[in-house]
Structures are given as C-alpha cells and as structure tokens.
C-alpha cells in the first residue's frame, strides 16, 4: 500500500492562487480589497515570525494589512482602544491579535472585544457557539485548514471513526465539532483519558493536536488510517516534529501530513479565506469561488 502524503505546503500556493483571483474580483466589484489587521504586541520572537508570514501571505494574494506592532508593556486599555478602532474602520475585515499576549494583558478581554463579524480567528463566543450550532460562521483557522486538506485530497469523512488527541479552544473542541458536522462519528481525548491507545486504534481519521513531540508511534494507529499531525514542537537539535513519529507511522498510514509542510501552512491560507469570507459576509457578497481542479 502506498502512502499519500498530504502536502499542506504545495496545497496552501494553490489556494493562495485561487484567493489573488478572489481578491481581484473583489476590487472590482466593490473597488477595495479584504483589509487583514494582525495585531502584534511585544517582541516574541516566534510571534514576530508568525505575524511576518501572515502579512507576507496577505501581500501575496492582494488583502490590506496593515502594520499594528505596539510595546510589550501597552496598557490593557490602550490595546481595547486599538480594538475599537479596528472595529469601526470600514477597511478592515479581520482582525487577529497574535497570541500569545504579554502578561498583564487580560487575553479574554482583548480577544471577546473583537466584532465577530470580524473574528477571523473564530474565538469569540459567538462564533464558538454558532459552529456548535451549525450556523454559517468564521471557525478556527487550524482545524478548518485540516478540513480544506482532507476534502482536496478527496479523503471521506462521512461516516468514519475520527479520534482528535487534545480538546483546546483553538484545535481539537473546533476540530470535533467540524468532524461532526460532516457526519464523522467523533471522539475526544486528553491528558485524562484512559486508554489512549485503544481509542486510536479504532480511528479510520486521527488528529494529533497534544503538543507532545512524537509521541504517536505505530502501536497507535490502525493499518491504513488517515493520521494529521498538528503538533509544532523543536527537538534537542532544534528541529521542527509534530506529535506523530513521521517514520514509524507513515508506512503503516494511509495518508499522513508531514511536520514541517502539513497542516503550517493549511492555517496561514485559511486565514486568508476566512479574512475573504468576512469581507463577503460583511458587504453581503458571494463569489464564484475559482477551484484549480485535482
Ligand atoms: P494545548 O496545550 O492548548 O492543548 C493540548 C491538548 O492536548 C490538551 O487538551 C491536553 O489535555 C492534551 N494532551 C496533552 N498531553 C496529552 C497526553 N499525554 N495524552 C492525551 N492528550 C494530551 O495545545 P494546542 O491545542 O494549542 O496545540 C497543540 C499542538 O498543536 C502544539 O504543538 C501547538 O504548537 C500545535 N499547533 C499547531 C498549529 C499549526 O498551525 N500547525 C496551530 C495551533 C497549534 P488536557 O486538556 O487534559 O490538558
């Protein structure tokens, strides 16, 4: 049996592609572009990278996005100031304040500030709670990114066995949810779940998202099921791997992402699509979406 490897970074130029096609259409129909405010606070460095990747993309595909780099030590209400302001202005759709903020910053009071018509991140409760009910909304970047993945390579999700490692905000409760709503029949796990083991080797479709470098191996997955790593983690080299033993796993998979070049990329790219979609949604717009064929 061969082995697909989903290839986050090779998908993510395509939809980039097809997104500058968008954004054209949207200039000329509404004579602006998409306006992405990514807001960095403090000199992290994996944030500052992060935050450079994300306006790189932006410049790429068209969307507006502006610098909004502020000192570590701005003051809480400065920053909402900042919030409001990006609320109001009519040229910005999307906003995403670069986590994680500096401490002394109240992270839900900045991020619950953010219109969720604007909520490009989807953490606001809103939107947390029109994905729970199904309703049309902008939902996390990474899971919704695994989504694109999954339904690119044309992998089914309708009816299988999917076990998400990891019940966060941002990964594995959206992920579920996601999975769910295409008809997977979903399980979570966590740091308190009995036997991991057993739960994964049941899984037609596994999701990592623990943050626990390598920690996947064979004895984890079932022969030919579809394994998405999301985990970031360095090793003592200093090298990128996710939660999965890329090695071990990968003959016995299916399908399986890689780590660096799997699911990364798949974020920055639903970003942009969901920055688009906020622009449609707000100005009551809906495009014919150009697709490049697979
Ligand atoms: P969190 O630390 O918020 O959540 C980790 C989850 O994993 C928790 O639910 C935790 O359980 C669970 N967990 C931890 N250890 C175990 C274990 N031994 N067995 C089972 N479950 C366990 O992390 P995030 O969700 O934010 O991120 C997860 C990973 O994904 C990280 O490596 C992060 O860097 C990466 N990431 C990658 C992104 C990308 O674009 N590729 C985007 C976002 C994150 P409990 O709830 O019980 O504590």
Same mark, same amino acid.
């Given at each position: 049996?061969?082995?697909?490897?989903? =290839?986050?970074? @090779?998908?993510?130029?395509?939809?980039?592609?097809?997104?500058?096609?968008?954004?054209?259409?949207?200039?000329? /129909?509404? +004579?602006?572009?998409?306006?992405?405010?990514?807001?960095?606070?403090?000199?992290?460095?994996?944030?500052?990278?992060?935050?450079?990747?994300?306006? +790189? &993309?932006?410049?790429?595909?068209?969307?507006?996005?502006?610098?909004?780099? /502020?000192?570590?030590?701005?003051?809480?209400?400065?920053?909402?100031?900042?919030?409001?302001?990006?609320?109001?202005?009519?040229?910005?759709?999307?906003? /995403?304040?670069?986590?994680?903020?500096?401490?002394?910053?109240?992270?839900?009071?900045?991020?619950?500030?953010?219109?969720?018509?604007?909520?490009?991140? +989807?953490?606001?409760?809103? =939107?947390?709670?029109?994905?729970?009910?199904?309703?049309?909304?902008?939902?996390?970047?990474?899971?919704?990114?695994?989504?694109?993945?999954?339904?690119?390579?044309?992998?089914?999700?309708?009816?299988?066995?999917?076990?998400? /490692?990891?019940?966060?905000?941002?990964?594995?409760?959206?992920?579920?949810?996601?999975? !769910?709503?295409?008809?997977?029949?979903?399980?979570?796990?966590?740091?308190?779940?009995?036997?991991?083991? @057993? @739960?994964?080797?049941?899984?037609?479709?596994?999701?990592?998202? !623990?943050?626990?470098?390598? !920690?996947? =191996?064979?004895?984890?997955?079932?022969?030919?099921?579809?394994?998405?790593?999301?985990?970031?983690?360095? =090793?003592?080299?200093?090298?990128?791997?996710?939660?999965?033993?890329?090695?071990?796993? &990968?003959?016995?998979?299916? &399908?399986?992402?890689?780590?660096?070049?799997?699911?990364?990329?798949?974020?920055?790219?639903?970003?942009?699509?969901?920055?688009?979609?906020?622009?449609?949604?707000?100005?009551?717009?809906?495009?014919?979406?150009?697709?490049?064929?697979?």
């Amino acid at each position: 049996m061969s082995t697909i490897v989903l =290839n986050g970074r @090779e998908l993510s130029q395509t939809l980039l592609k097809e997104q500058q096609i968008q954004v054209e259409e949207i200039v000329r /129909l509404k +004579g602006r572009p998409p306006g992405l405010a990514v807001v960095l606070v403090g000199q992290d460095q994996a944030s500052e990278t992060y935050v450079r990747n994300k306006r +790189g &993309a932006c410049a790429k595909v068209g969307i507006f996005a502006p610098d909004i780099n /502020l000192p570590a030590d701005t003051p809480q209400k400065e920053l909402e100031a900042i919030i409001d302001r990006l609320n109001a202005d009519p040229s910005i759709d999307g906003i /995403l304040v670069q986590l994680p903020l500096p401490s002394g910053i109240e992270k839900e009071t900045i991020l619950y500030r953010i219109d969720p018509a604007k909520d490009v991140d +989807g953490f606001h409760p809103v =939107n947390v709670g029109k994905l729970v009910i199904g309703l049309e909304t902008l939902a996390p970047c990474t899971p919704t990114g695994i989504m694109t993945l999954l339904d690119r390579y044309h992998i089914p999700v309708s009816g299988k066995n999917a076990v998400v /490692l990891g019940r966060s905000l941002i990964v594995g409760k959206p992920m579920a949810l996601l999975l !769910m709503a295409r008809d997977a029949t979903v399980t979570v796990c966590h740091s308190r779940t009995a036997h991991l083991m @057993e @739960e994964t080797r049941r899984a037609d479709i596994v999701v990592a998202a !623990m943050g626990k470098p390598l !920690m996947v =191996n064979r004895d984890f997955i079932k022969p030919g099921a579809v394994v998405i790593d999301v985990g970031i983690s360095r =090793n003592q080299e200093g090298k990128l791997v996710g939660d999965v033993d890329y090695a071990a796993v &990968a003959p016995v998979a299916s &399908a399986i992402t890689p780590v660096p070049g799997g699911v990364g990329p798949m974020t920055i790219a639903t970003l942009l699509d969901n920055t688009i979609r906020a622009f449609c949604l707000r100005e009551g717009i809906s495009l014919q979406l150009a697709r490049t064929p697979s």
